[in-house]
């Protein structure tokens, strides 16, 4: 054993005696992985199974080693709990061990701080007038103001009081609207400056996939320096990424823009943006109107519809003849005129780029019309080739989840991040990459892979329950017999259930049948609503030992609910993409246009990691018991099925529902025993 690689071993037993853990086989083998990579400087991925304390396992090394580490999350939960949580309980026993201070810091993009300048200067702005128009958010205005006011407030939104999304618009900027602290009259007080200094000085930044996205895109830097980066929730990467860099144009904000100009620059070029952006929004409304009359229209598109490519040439001329005037006007010198000008023409220079993308979506892009918010997006089909370019060729890259493998395979998730699989890229990819490897510093193909597996015992702490005489699910959502089963299931099980669903529909019918059927037991059903927010739904669940939580997508991930609350997790169906949603159908397409399977390549992989996610949650720690009941059919009567199955934890697997309910009966009494 090399002496970084002991210096590990003794750090990493330092850090979990101080948050009261225990070392394990999985931990232990991951942070030596993790040290080599570093060390070496190649790329890993590596999947970590649930309760494996995967965030020590690269914390440490990365501390150890005295790199530069970015940490880039998918959620906001992790993000807390590694900057409130972790490195905070391991801070003082690591600086006792290596003998050295240890900082940390978070960071977040310019739009999640309080804006200083333009909150001072109220008055002149348009959004803060409109806010200040409607009376009721006028005391959310005053609180936002008093707390950043005052002493040793971040001016992170996440810290601020909770204020209606008008009012914190109102006071916060964009990225491309922000004129830099070095210009802006509040430059020496603004939040985001300090919060990027602090993180330009700090051993470990975490951040979120979505600012790492952007500067990979864009490659212009946003965050820190860093000599690693480490992804965790990798399996959600990919699809962060292409939100991220989705474009999106509604009337409101083209409406916003010219509000803006007309403010700070009233004149003829202004009004003219103004009636460009009245006539985009009659156009944009009539088109929603027309696609609300006939559904069939809806769905993705392969060019701008020709009733909108006028109104929105008109808008891009319009921005176009401002931005020239702003370029010309060199005579202001008052630095909040400039910083309101530098507002402008950051919204006017968004408008701009997604009017010119818009106009010529080409086929590597998706081009697609939302009529219900009547937004107009387009996205890029892939985005594996400038994540290989961008980022696997610069730093080292640790790629961690608890779900990365798709029957027991790690190609799926390479390929969309980017990585190089040996022998298994095209003769045509080989000979980019070998032109590419000669001028970077990193090879793509330089990975290392390993799965550490889960110091849990699922076969003997699990049961997954795969009933097979169920009727298949249809578009209506879960059939009459589903329905019927999962009431039966929560009976069972006293309540003490996450059921997981892949629609909203879903959702909304499962709560009409359990609200019938479960009266008479007083089981407190939680049901998620659309815009609901995750963390309140979770805490409530969580409290309410005999409680049941229903929702949707946004719950099957990230839900860390151990103990008696949650002994049985119920999922509607397989959640393999809608066949209406754009990205993924156009990507599927294209496989089945290149000789491969949209299925195999795309669908069943997105389905399987998402089960993988949705059944982890059920167990949590290793006292967890119980039943993971997943209630379609196809996953024991069609081929693939044997794919999910591989793909999730390793459950004793039964298709009988008496079985199922005892032990769930059973399980319901031990809680009330001990409870009593």
């Given at each position: 054993m090399?002496?970084?690689?002991?210096?590990?071993r003794?750090?990493?037993d330092?850090?979990?005696?101080?948050i009261?853990?225990?070392?394990?086989?999985?931990?232990?083998?991951?942070?030596?992985a993790?040290?080599?990579?570093?060390?070496?400087r190649?790329?890993?991925?590596?999947q970590?199974?649930t309760?494996?304390g995967?965030?020590?396992?690269?914390?440490?090394?990365?501390?150890?080693h005295?790199?530069?580490?970015?940490?880039?999350?998918?959620?906001?939960?992790?993000?807390?709990?590694?900057?409130?949580?972790?490195?905070p309980?391991?801070?003082?026993?690591?600086?006792?061990?290596?003998n050295?201070?240890?900082?940390?810091?978070?960071?977040?993009?310019?739009?999640?701080?309080?804006?200083?300048q333009?909150?001072?200067?109220?008055?002149?702005?348009?959004?803060?007038?409109a806010v200040?128009?409607?009376?009721?958010?006028?005391?959310?205005?005053?609180?936002?103001?008093?707390?950043?006011?005052?002493a040793?407030?971040?001016?992170?939104?996440?810290?601020?009081?909770d204020v209606?999304?008008?009012?914190?618009?109102?006071?916060?900027v964009?990225?491309?609207?922000?004129?830099?602290?070095?210009?802006?009259?509040?430059g020496s007080?603004?939040?985001?400056?300090?919060?990027?200094?602090?993180?330009?000085?700090?051993?470990?930044?975490?951040?979120?996939?979505?600012?790492?996205?952007?500067?990979?895109?864009?490659?212009?830097?946003?965050?820190?320096?860093r000599d690693?980066?480490?992804?965790?929730?990798?399996?959600?990467?990919?699809?962060r990424?292409?939100?991220?860099?989705?474009?999106?144009?509604?009337?409101?904000?083209?409406?916003?823009?010219?509000?803006?100009?007309r403010?700070?620059?009233?004149?003829?070029?202004?009004?003219?943006?103004?009636k460009?952006?009245?006539?985009?929004?009659?156009?944009?409304?009539?088109?929603?109107?027309?696609?609300?009359?006939?559904?069939a229209?809806?769905g993705?598109?392969?060019?701008?519809?020709?009733q909108?490519?006028?109104?929105?040439?008109?808008?891009?001329e319009?921005?176009?003849?401002?931005?020239a005037?702003?370029a010309a006007d060199?005579?202001?010198?008052?630095?909040?005129?400039?910083?309101?000008?530098a507002?402008?023409?950051?919204?006017?220079n968004?408008?701009n780029?997604?009017?010119t993308?818009?106009?010529?979506?080409?086929?590597t892009h998706?081009?697609?019309?939302?009529?219900?918010?009547?937004?107009?997006y387009?996205?890029?089909?892939?985005?594996?080739?400038?994540?290989?370019?961008?980022?696997?060729?610069?730093t080292p890259?640790?790629?961690?989840?608890?779900?990365?493998?798709?029957?027991?395979?790690?190609?799926?998730?390479?390929?969309n991040?980017?990585?190089?699989?040996?022998?298994?890229?095209?003769?045509?990819?080989e000979?980019?990459?070998s032109?590419?490897?000669?001028?970077?510093?990193?090879?793509?193909?330089?990975?290392?892979?390993l799965?550490?597996?889960?110091?849990?015992?699922?076969?003997n702490?699990?049961?997954?329950y795969?009933?097979?005489?169920?009727?298949?699910?249809?578009?209506?959502?879960?059939?009459?017999?589903?329905?019927?089963?999962?009431?039966?299931?929560i009976?069972?099980?006293?309540?003490?259930?996450?059921?997981?669903?892949?629609?909203?529909r879903?959702?909304e019918?499962?709560?009409?049948?359990?609200?019938?059927?479960?009266?008479?037991?007083?089981?407190?059903?939680?049901?998620?609503r659309?815009?609901?927010?995750?963390?309140?739904?979770?805490?409530k669940?969580?409290?309410?030992?005999r409680?049941?939580?229903l929702?949707?997508?946004?719950?099957?991930?990230?839900?860390?609910?151990p103990?008696?609350?949650?002994?049985?997790?119920a999922?509607?169906?397989?959640?393999?993409?809608?066949?209406?949603?754009?990205?993924?159908?156009?990507?599927?397409?294209e496989a089945?246009?290149?000789?491969?399977?949209?299925?195999?390549?795309i669908?069943?992989?997105?389905?399987?990691?998402?089960?993988?996610?949705?059944?982890g949650?059920l167990i949590r720690?290793?006292?967890?018991?119980?039943?993971?009941?997943?209630?379609?059919?196809r996953?024991?009567?069609?081929?693939?099925?044997?794919?999910?199955?591989?793909?999730?934890?390793?459950?004793?697997?039964?298709?009988?529902?008496?079985?199922i309910?005892e032990?769930?009966?059973?399980?319901?009494?031990?809680?009330?025993?001990?409870?009593?």
């Amino acid at each position: 054993m090399s002496e970084y690689s002991k210096k590990v071993r003794s750090a990493l037993d330092a850090a979990v005696s101080a948050i009261g853990g225990q070392p394990r086989d999985g931990q232990i083998e991951m942070a030596e992985a993790v040290a080599n990579a570093l060390s070496d400087r190649h790329h890993l991925l590596v999947q970590a199974g649930t309760g494996t304390g995967k965030s020590l396992a690269y914390l440490v090394p990365a501390l150890v080693h005295g790199k530069k580490v970015l940490v880039a999350t998918a959620t906001l939960a992790l993000q807390r709990q590694l900057i409130e949580r972790d490195l905070p309980k391991i801070k003082g026993a690591l600086e006792k061990e290596l003998n050295r201070d240890i900082s940390f810091a978070i960071y977040k993009g310019v739009g999640n701080y309080v804006c200083l300048q333009k909150m001072n200067n109220a008055p002149d702005d348009p959004e803060t007038q409109a806010v200040l128009e409607i009376s009721s958010l006028e005391s959310d205005a005053k609180r936002l103001r008093a707390w950043a006011q005052s002493a040793g407030a971040s001016g992170d939104r996440d810290d601020a009081p909770d204020v209606d999304r008008r009012v914190w618009a109102a006071n916060s900027v964009s990225g491309r609207e922000c004129m830099g602290a070095d210009d802006c009259p509040s430059g020496s007080k603004c939040f985001a400056a300090l919060a990027k200094a602090k993180a330009q000085t700090a051993d470990i930044v975490v951040t979120n996939h979505t600012l790492l996205a952007i500067e990979i895109v864009d490659s212009h830097p946003i965050l820190p320096e860093r000599d690693a980066i480490i992804l965790d929730e990798a399996h959600e990467f990919m699809d962060r990424t292409t939100q991220a860099v989705t474009e999106e144009l509604t009337a409101a904000r083209v409406s916003r823009a010219a509000n803006m100009a007309r403010k700070h620059m009233p004149g003829k070029a202004t009004d003219a943006f103004a009636k460009a952006a009245e006539k985009f929004a009659a156009a944009i409304n009539d088109y929603a109107d027309d696609l609300k009359a006939d559904p069939a229209k809806a769905g993705r598109l392969d060019k701008l519809p020709s009733q909108l490519e006028a109104p929105l040439r008109a808008v891009k001329e319009a921005v176009t003849s401002i931005n020239a005037l702003i370029a010309a006007d060199a005579e202001i010198i008052d630095p909040n005129t400039m910083a309101e000008r530098a507002r402008v023409k950051g919204a006017l220079n968004e408008i701009n780029q997604t009017c010119t993308k818009l106009l010529k979506p080409g086929h590597t892009h998706v081009l697609w019309f939302e009529p219900t918010y009547s937004t107009l997006y387009l996205a890029p089909l892939a985005v594996s080739d400038v994540l290989r370019g961008n980022l696997l060729t610069q730093t080292p890259v640790i790629a961690t989840s608890a779900t990365l493998t798709v029957g027991k395979s790690f190609d799926a998730i390479a390929k969309n991040i980017g990585f190089v699989i040996a022998g298994k890229n095209d003769e045509e990819n080989e000979e980019e990459e070998s032109e590419e490897d000669e001028k970077a510093m990193m090879d793509p193909a330089n990975l290392q892979i390993l799965d550490v597996g889960s110091p849990f015992d699922f076969a003997n702490q699990g049961m997954l329950y795969l009933p097979k005489d169920l009727p298949e699910p249809g578009r209506d959502g879960p059939s009459k017999e589903a329905l019927t089963e999962l009431g039966e299931l929560i009976e069972a099980a006293g309540g003490r259930t996450l059921a997981l669903f892949s629609s909203w529909r879903g959702v909304e019918m499962a709560d009409e049948h359990l609200r019938n059927v479960l009266a008479e037991l007083k089981i407190p059903i939680i049901t998620q609503r659309r815009g609901d927010a995750v963390g309140p739904l979770v805490d409530k669940f969580a409290k309410d030992e005999r409680s049941i939580l229903l929702g949707t997508i946004s719950l099957w991930q990230g839900i860390d609910v151990p103990g008696p609350a949650c002994t049985l997790v119920a999922i509607d169906r397989i959640p393999f993409p809608r066949p209406d949603e754009p990205v993924l159908s156009a990507r599927a397409a294209e496989a089945d246009a290149a000789g491969g399977s949209g299925f195999m390549q795309i669908s069943l992989p997105r389905a399987a990691l998402l089960l993988a996610q949705g059944t982890g949650r059920l167990i949590r720690s290793l006292d967890d018991r119980g039943v993971v009941a997943i209630l379609d059919s196809r996953i024991v009567n069609k081929r693939y099925g044997s794919i999910l199955l591989n793909s999730m934890p390793p459950f004793w697997r039964t298709n009988d529902g008496e079985v199922i309910k005892e032990a769930l009966r059973r399980l319901d009494a031990q809680y009330l025993e001990k409870k009593d």
